[in-house]
């Protein structure tokens, strides 16, 4: 794949970039192994200046920032702001809470003597350079979640980003860079994802961290269980969002179509397939469809537009193809399943609802990535659960019900790394994120976040 802008809206390449060659790579190793012997030794005041500098600038350029992003990948201006202004916001999050979160512990003396010795701690130490292989559909915040706590730590880090959004990668590297890192703090890699398993391979990465598909989870997992490095996966999702007697069916109904169309439907933690109990199915599948129906598709650029085009040309194909399979197979469109009509350019498809999917349709078990929901009807919360968890995904989930029990219920039985009940997913520098089965594993943001890339150290003084 070209490392190139190509516009989502309209299909036209604007700009191409020449990969590294293994000089430039290998220049820029050199410097992140350099910079890591100097940065780990910083303390925490300072990180946290330079990380508040970097929110300041980001903040003052989310504007052009944001016109880049929707150049490149295709989301909404307005959403593409709100991604800058949330990356501001953690990395002041993590710039206020980092010395706290990475602080000395210290177990109770009566521990202490058990074991034989007078004094002892835990001490949290960063892992050094850490290679980061990033998507496209989030082009800033996917980067800021890993970036924030790994250089608040102490660690540097290379960027290897999705080769459609080279802009807005090399715009990450020039922003720490002006913030005042020091050089080789943090670095972008303009390189194809052939060269990612050499780069990994170096003895000077200590570890990795991926937010991608399924596929390319597995062949960075590969690659660094071979060399024994340190992994954090975040992957696919088809989140279900379950809807009880007991919801606001209306509210509900409202949030399921930002949960689902979020990113022009091009998100992991979106909400993929739509659950109704019995009782308020008919109800919550007119409300829902109706609104999703009435969505604007159109030029992401413009106020008012509420979906804009999928990424790529074959992210549109693959999405088709999948709709496809469901209505051959017996399923029904509700709403949408097609191109907009008027669209003669760029990557667009149609907000679309399908109901009858069976487990015989492909898009039962594989991730929709793109403005496409499915619509179930279950009996009863068993029922709810079980069909919840009839996914090798397990990122998010979201619940409606206003009933105590059956909180509790979901809460323990449903197999995803979140449970949110009456409002839809949401990542926040607070709350960990990350996934089981084939979702992922290991956690981004919050103390487990920062904690991922850092080597607890036990220090223990003897009599």
């Known amino acids: 794949m070209p490392i190139a802008t190509v516009n989502p809206a309209t299909g036209e390449t604007l700009k191409t970039f020449d990969a590294f060659t293994a000089e430039e790579v290998e220049q820029r190793l050199a410097r992140a192994e ?61 710039a206020e809470r980092a010395e706290g979160l990475l602080a000395d512990e210290y177990p109770s003396p009566h521990d202490v003597e058990d074991s034989g010795g007078i004094a002892a701690h835990v001490r949290y130490r960063p892992l050094g350079v850490v290679l980061a292989v990033m998507p496209w559909n989030f082009p800033l915040w996917q980067v800021v979640r890993f970036a924030a706590p790994a250089l608040m730590a102490g660690n540097v880090g290379l960027l290897k980003h999705a080769s459609n959004v080279p802009q807005t990668a090399l715009y990450l590297g020039d922003l720490f860079r002006r913030a005042g890192f020091p050089d080789g703090c943090f670095q972008t890699l303009l390189i194809g994802s052939a060269e990612v398993e050499k780069v990994l391979r170096d003895p000077r990465v200590a570890a990795a961290t991926l937010t991608g598909s399924e596929p390319a989870g597995r062949a960075v997992a590969r690659v660094a269980g071979d060399e024994v490095k340190k992994t954090v996966l975040e992957l696919g999702g088809s989140d279900p969002y379950i809807v009880m007697p007991s919801a606001d069916l209306a509210r509900a109904a409202q949030t399921a179509v930002t949960a689902r169309t979020q990113n022009n439907g091009q998100s992991c933690i979106a909400a993929k397939r739509f659950l109704a109990h ?44 999948l709709v496809d399979d469901a209505t051959a197979k017996g399923a029904t469109v509700l709403c949408g399943g097609r191109r907009p009509q008027k669209a003669t350019r760029g990557w667009y498809y149609e907000p679309t609802v399908l109901a009858g999917v069976t487990p015989a349709m492909r898009i039962h078990h594989e991730e929709a990535f793109g403005p496409v929901a499915t619509l179930y009807r279950v009996a009863d919360l068993d029922a709810a659960v079980a069909l919840a968890n009839d996914t090798p995904f397990g990122l998010s989930s979201n619940v409606w019900t206003n009933d105590p029990e059956e909180q509790r219920r979901f809460a323990a039985d449903l197999e995803a790394g979140g449970v949110f009940f009456n409002g839809m997913t949401a990542s926040h520098p607070a709350m960990p994120f990350g996934g089981v089965k084939r979702s992922g594993y290991g956690r981004e943001l919050a103390g487990h976040g920062i904690h991922e890339f850092c080597n607890a150290t036990t220090v223990w003084y003897g009599r």
């Open 278 to 321: 019995d009782a308020v199915h008919d109800d919550f599948a007119r409300r829902f469809t109706d609104a999703m129906a009435a969505l604007t598709v159109g030029d992401p650029m413009r106020d008012g537009t509420d979906v804009g085009p999928l990424s790529s040309e074959q992210g549109r194909a693959d999405l088709e193809e």
């Open 34 to 94: 350099a910079a890591f012997r100097e940065y780990r030794t910083t303390g925490f005041d300072t990180r946290a200046d330079l990380m508040r500098a970097a929110a300041a600038l980001l903040e003052k350029e989310q504007d052009e920032i944001a016109r880049t992003m929707t150049t490149e990948m295709g989301k909404t201006l307005a959403a593409a702001r709100a991604e800058a202004v949330k990356c501001a916001k953690a990395m002041r999050w993590y």
